[in-house]
C-alpha cells in the first residue's frame, strides 16, 4: 500500500505531519513522533512580537505601556512566558533538525512587514527544510480594508521569498470575502503550499471578574467540514501544495481531506490528547481503509472528490445550503 505523497517539493511517506504546537518542544517526544510514523515535523510558531521585543530591548512590547493602564500593560506576553525565544528558537530548531530525518518546518508567525521578516533566514540557516508562514490578522480598525490586509499578507510573502531558497508554505484563515481569489494571489506571489485554515481561539467574558477569560480549546471533528470545502474548491485552482490543518482526528478525517485534496494532513490536538504514539494509529488505520476499500495508492484517492468537475462552484455550494436547510427532520 502506497501512502506517499509529495508536499512543498518533498516526497513523504505518508501524509500525516505533526502541525505547529507544543510537542516539539521536547526532543523525545519529536523522536517519538518520528517513530509513530511522522512523515514531517512543525515548529511551533515565532511570533514577531518576540523578534520585536528582543530587538527593541522590549521597549516596544512593554516599557511603552509602563504609565498606561493595568489593562494596557497587560495586552502582551511578557518575554518569561514563551517558552523559546528568538535565540533559542534557532537553537532548538538546529537540535530538532540533526534528531530526525525527516523534514523540518520551522513556523514564523506576524502581521507586519519590518525587520522580524530577517529572520526566516536565519531560520533556514539553521537547518529548516521549509518555512510555514503565519500571518494571523484580525482586522479591528475600520478604516482598514479587506483589499488592504490580502496586498499586506502577499507583500509579507514576497518578502520572505525573495530572501530563501527554501520553500514556503503560507497557513491561512478562513476569513477572506473571496478565498479562491485570494488563494490564487498568494500562489502567484510564490506561495510553494496553503496551509487551510488557522485555528483563532476566542476569548470568553468572565462576568465575575469582569475580565476577559482565556483557555485553549482543543479542536473537534465538527471542525473539519470547513476545510473540506475549501480544499474542494482550491485543489483544482492552486498548483501549490495543499495542507489541512484543524479537525483532523481520525482516519476517515484524514481520508476525506485528502479526497477534497490535501497533499499532507497536519494533526494537533488529536496528539496533545492521545500521545504520539497515536499516529501510528493513524497510518495503520488508514492503510487498513485504502485495502478494504480496494485503494493501491494515496495518489490514486487524491482529488477524488474535489470541485474539478463541478461546471459552477458556486452554483453547487449554493444548491448544498439549500438542500441541508432541507434535510431537517423533528
Known amino acids: 500500500m502506497d501512502l506517499s505523497t509529495r508536499y512543498l517539493g518533498f516526497q513523504l511517506k505518508n501524509p500525516f505531519v505533526p502541525g505547529a504546537s507544543p510537542l516539539v518542544d521536547d526532543l523525545d517526544t519529536v523522536k517519538r513522533l518520528e517513530d509513530a510514523g511522522a512523515a514531517a515535523i512543525v515548529m511551533h510558531s515565532l511570533f514577531e512580537e518576540q523578534i520585536t521585543a528582543e530587538q527593541m530591548a522590549t521597549f516596544k512590547a512593554t516599557e511603552s505601556h509602563a504609565e498606561s493602564t493595568a489593562e494596557a500593560r497587560s495586552f502582551l506576553p511578557s518575554p518569561e512566558e514563551f517558552r523559546l525565544g528568538p535565540e533559542e528558537y534557532l537553537e532548538h530548531l538546529r537540535k530538532v533538525k540533526a534528531a530526525v530525518s525527516v523534514p523540518v518546518i520551522a513556523s514564523l508567525n506576524g502581521t507586519t512587514l519590518g525587520g522580524w521578516l530577517e529572520h526566516a533566514q536565519l531560520m533556514e540557516k539553521a537547518g ?145 490528547q492521545r500521545g504520539p504514539q497515536y499516529l501510528k494509529t493513524l497510518v495503520d488505520e488508514t492503510t487498513a481503509w485504502m485495502e478494504k476499500h480496494e485503494y493501491e495508492s494515496l495518489e490514486q484517492m487524491r482529488g477524488s472528490l474535489n470541485l474539478a468537475k463541478c461546471p459552477d462552484a458556486g452554483a453547487y455550494e449554493r444548491a448544498n445550503y439549500m438542500l441541508m436547510l432541507q434535510s431537517w427532520r423533528g
Do not use: C
Request: glycine residues 4%; hydrophobic residues 50%; proline residues 4%.
Open 128 to 272: 529548516a527544510d521549509a518555512l510555514e508562514l503565519n500571518v494571523y490578522s484580525l482586522a479591528t480598525d475600520p478604516e482598514s480594508t479587506g483589499k488592504a490586509l490580502e496586498d499586506r499578507t502577499v507583500e509579507i510573502l514576497k518578502v520572505v521569498k525573495q530572501k530563501l531558497k527554501i520553500p514556503v508554505a503560507v497557513k491561512l484563515s478562513p476569513f477572506y470575502s473571496s478565498m479562491a481569489n485570494f488563494a490564487t494571489e498568494i500562489e502567484a506571489a510564490g506561495a510553494d503550499g496553503l496551509v487551510v485554515f488557522n485555528r483563532f481561539y476566542q476569548p470568553d467574558i468572565d462576568v465575575e471578574s469582569l475580565d476577559v477569560s482565556r483557555s485553549l480549546h482543543l479542536s473537534h471533528s465538527n471542525e473539519l467540514p470547513l476545510r473540506l470545502r475549501w480544499l474542494a474548491i482550491l485543489s483544482p485552482r492552486v498548483k501549490a501544495s495543499l495542507a489541512v490543518t484543524g479537525g483532523v482526528h481520525s482516519a476517515v478525517d484524514a481520508i476525506k481531506a485528502v479526497m477534497t485534496g490535501a497533499h499532507a494532513v497536519q494533526v494537533v490536538s488529536a496528539l496533545l
